[in-house]
């Protein structure tokens, strides 16, 4: 395997700038990487591009420096990851349940009316869909994805961000799903994908929202924006293999067809279900007592109160 600098310019007015269209693989059991989706290439203009790699840059030099890199992750998720760099020690998913309440980073307010909602559906039926809180869709993008979430006659739960709100839906669309489709403007994430009526998550991948759903047994049928989100969804298709990925077509659209016949697919896969229940059950090892997560954080406190007393 090539050094990643043979992939990158890192010149003082191009820092990162792939050299030309490549596939790199750290390791055979970790994901693909094309260059055009290195993290800090799929972020903004050029000018953001280059303040995220040169702050990455940066980000790594000063770890060089540090006793404990802790990481938010598990080693059942990102175990070639993890025997390629040993000092990273991953003491999550920290999201995997919530024995600590209430989250306290919420950009809205949060509809707890949904989970009474949600209360109301059959056990496995649910596509909830949340994009997070960056992802802006096209008028036409938007639309599409109505039209599928109508055409799929499933309950739907859809986080509408209040800037997303302003766009049109389509004709006669909320008349038509009123019965099954609830649209709100924020969301409990963590308690909308614990519960026992969410059938498939159609998201964004980012990483809080990759492992609350790998936590919670939830197949993803994967929606990637920027960043470090395509990389996730290759851990989750490709890896994990407890989602699927979208496809858009030539022109850039992911059509209603294609989210239609995605969810189908990702609700009729028995394999796949199991495998992320699979998942969920290792998670919960890890995370609870006497579990690798477990020990990590408990060893990390352990330090802590030596350098305090």
Not at 89 to 106: A, E, R, T
Request: contains cysteine; neutral net charge.
């Amino acid at each position: 395997m090539k050094p990643l600098s043979r992939y990158v310019i890192l010149t003082s007015n191009h820092p990162g700038t792939p050299l030309e269209e490549q596939v790199i693989q750290l390791s055979p059991t970790m994901p693909r990487v094309s260059t055009e989706k290195l993290v800090w290439v799929c972020v903004g203009n050029k000018t953001t591009q280059r303040h995220i790699f040169q702050l990455m840059v940066k980000n790594i030099k000063s770890m060089q420096k540090t006793e404990w890199l802790l990481c938010n992750s598990a080693h059942e998720l990102e175990s070639a990851a993890f025997s390629m760099a040993p000092e990273i020690i991953p003491i999550g998913p920290l999201l995997s349940c919530n024995q600590f309440g209430h989250s306290g980073g919420n950009f809205w307010p949060q509809d707890l009316t949904c989970l009474k909602w949600l209360d109301q559906q059959s056990p496995n039926s649910v596509i909830y869909v949340a994009f997070g809180s960056f992802t802006k869709f096209s008028p036409s993008q938007f639309q599409e994805l109505c039209l599928a979430l109508e055409l799929s006659k499933r309950p739907f739960l859809w986080v509408v961000q209040p800037e997303e709100s302003k766009v049109e839906y389509p004709e006669g669309f909320v008349e038509r799903v009123v019965e099954r489709g609830r649209m709100v403007g924020w969301s409990p994430q963590r308690k909308i994908l614990s519960h026992p009526s969410v059938a498939c998550f159609i998201s964004h991948c980012g990483w809080n929202s990759t492992l609350e759903s790998v936590s919670n047994g939830i197949p993803v049928l994967c929606w990637p924006y920027f960043a470090d989100q395509f990389l996730n969804m290759s851990y989750v298709c490709d890896v994990w293999k407890v989602g699927v990925g979208l496809e858009p077509n030539g022109s850039g659209m992911i059509t209603q067809g294609e989210i239609r016949s995605k969810i189908q697919q990702i609700l009729n896969d028995e394999q796949l279900k199991a495998r992320a229940r699979d998942f969920k059950e290792k998670v919960q090892i890890g995370t609870g007592q006497g579990g690798l997560s477990n020990k990590n954080l408990d060893s990390f406190i352990s330090w802590i109160k030596t350098q305090t007393s």
